[in-house]
């Protein structure tokens, strides 16, 4: 609370009147009890709301699915067949999620995937996903997660899909490099400073 260690034991002895260690304690100002009252009762009925419009999306089937997490730290998402894939990783720990989701939007379904994703992008169609991952640049069968293609290259900090699924734009430090993904043939190599 506030930035400061043990801000709750700290507050009670400014109260009792502990204040000979305490630097600037006069500068401390107590908030009236009311007034966070008052704020705790606007934050209940902000939350109340919220969830009354979010049920009324749903009903209207405007917000199509919602998933809430506390603890992530990075998002990655695209368009995947007739749904998209959101990859996330948690920053409790190193493990990747990477998930489905798709009609009739009540679950998500998780994906066996190894490896953190930084990345990842899709065809117009979705039926073609390229992923950067620690390990190099990968390009995916939406309908059965197989991997088509290993680019086998490292360093691709983010990257674009063509709209036919037939070339990938890998963004370097340096360098933007295209790639064929059916062959994996490098096609260019473009400064990423023009």
């Known amino acids: 609370m506030l930035g400061i260690a043990n801000a709750a034991t700290a507050y009670e002895y400014i109260k009792a009147g502990e204040t000979s260690r305490i630097q600037r304690a006069k500068d401390f100002e107590e908030v009236p009890e009311d007034q966070v009252a008052a704020e705790k009762t606007e934050r209940q009925e902000r939350k109340k709301?919220?969830?009354t419009i979010k049920k009324k999306l749903k009903a209207d089937g405007i917000l199509l699915f919602e998933e809430k997490h506390k603890?992530?730290?990075m998002k990655v998402a695209c368009a995947a067949g007739d749904g998209f894939v959101l990859a996330f990783r948690s920053v409790a720990s190193t493990r990747?999620?990477?998930r489905s989701f798709g009609p009739p939007w009540n679950?998500?379904?998780?994906l066996q995937f190894e490896g953190a994703v930084w990345a990842i992008s899709s065809d117009?169609?979705?039926q073609r996903i390229a992923v950067v991952k620690e390990d190099g640049v990968f390009i995916f069968n939406e309908s059965n997660w197989n991997e088509l293609?290993?680019?086998r290259i490292s360093a691709?900090?983010?990257?674009?899909l063509s709209p036919d699924g037939l070339t990938v734009a890998c963004a370097q430090i340096e360098v933007m490099e295209i790639y064929d993904t059916v062959s994996g043939k490098?096609?260019?190599?473009?400064?990423?400073?023009?």
Do not use: F, K, N, Y
């Not at 679950?107 to 998780?110: C, D, F, G, I, V």
């Not at 691709?156 to 674009?160: E, G, R, V």
């Open 49 to 51: 709301r919220i969830a």
């Open 71 to 73: 603890d992530i730290r």
């Open 96 to 98: 990747e999620m990477l």
């Open 107 to 110: 679950e998500p379904q998780p």
């Open 124 to 126: 117009t169609s979705g």
């Open 149 to 151: 293609r290993d680019l």
């Open 156 to 160: 691709c900090s983010d990257l674009a």
């Open 186 to 194: 490098r096609l260019a190599v473009l400064p990423s400073h023009l």
